[in-house]
């Protein structure tokens, strides 16, 4: 069975395939926090697609949040996201969206 992070990508890859794709898991950061204690985890993911072109922020986050629904509240306490779609990508290494 895979990990939740391997369970993450797996889905974001398969819904957005995304041109860039990053995911951490920030879970060690945030323990002793009441959403620790119940085994969700903490993570992060920035991820670029073709998919949120011409979409507001919000309406990009909000298709993240439900290709993710099933893992969010239970294997996933919080997740940090960031959208850009690749017109508005300069790449990982500029550290801009």
Do not use: C
């Not at 957005?16 to 002793?32: C, I, K, Y």
């Not at 670029?48 to 072109?53: G, R, T, Y």
């Not at 993240?64 to 959208?83: C, F, M, W």
């Amino acid at each position: 069975m895979k990990g939740v992070p391997q369970r993450i990508e797996a889905v974001l890859r398969e819904r957005f395939r995304p041109v860039h794709l990053e995911l951490s898991d920030e879970s060690p950061r945030h323990a002793g926090h009441a959403g620790a204690a119940s085994g969700g985890g903490h993570y992060e993911v920035t991820i670029v697609s073709a998919a949120f072109e011409g979409l507001s922020l919000l309406d990009q986050h909000r298709l993240v949040n439900e290709a993710l629904r099933d893992l969010i509240g239970k294997e996933v306490h919080a997740l940090a996201i960031r959208t850009v779609a690749p017109s508005r990508w300069s790449g990982p290494e500029t550290g801009k969206p």
